[in-house]
């Protein structure tokens, strides 16, 4: 029953856009603020309150989770097209910020890693083969 996620998704939609809109019209500022992380707080907390428990057990329960899996990375995607446009806009030296900051990542990703504890996922399957 995806249909149940869907609802919850779009009733956190609207809620966060409007308080978005309320906060930029505060602010001063002629744009949407924080609209679409305010409705992926309200989906957070929604889909893990005690008053729609009954709604999420049982096929209900699988869309309303579906649809709290997949807002996060489309939040994320939104914001990283709108960061990229912003360094294309900003110039040479906002582009090359951005790069650094992707190199530097992807550079942390082995000490991450070893931070974790384990730095070899098939040492893991070997040792449960033997055993």
Do not use: H, R
Request: glycine share 12%; hydrophobic share 55%.
């Amino acid at each position: 029953m995806i249909v149940y996620g869907v609802a919850l998704l779009s009733v956190c939609l609207i809620l966060g856009m409007v308080i978005g809109e309320a906060l930029g019209v505060a602010l001063s500022v002629e744009a949407n603020v924080g609209g679409v992380g305010i409705a992926m707080l309200f989906l957070v907390f929604a889909s893990n309150s005690k008053q729609f428990k009954s709604l999420t057990q049982g096929a209900a329960g699988s869309g309303i989770q579906f649809w709290s899996a997949m807002y996060i990375p489309i939040v994320v995607a939104m914001a990283a097209q709108q960061d990229v446009a912003g360094a294309m806009d900003g110039g040479l030296l906002a582009l090359m910020a951005g790069v650094a900051a992707v190199v530097v990542s992807f550079a942390l990703v082995p000490v991450l890693s070893k931070l974790g504890g384990n730095s070899d996922p098939t040492e893991d399957t070997e040792e449960q083969g033997a055993v």
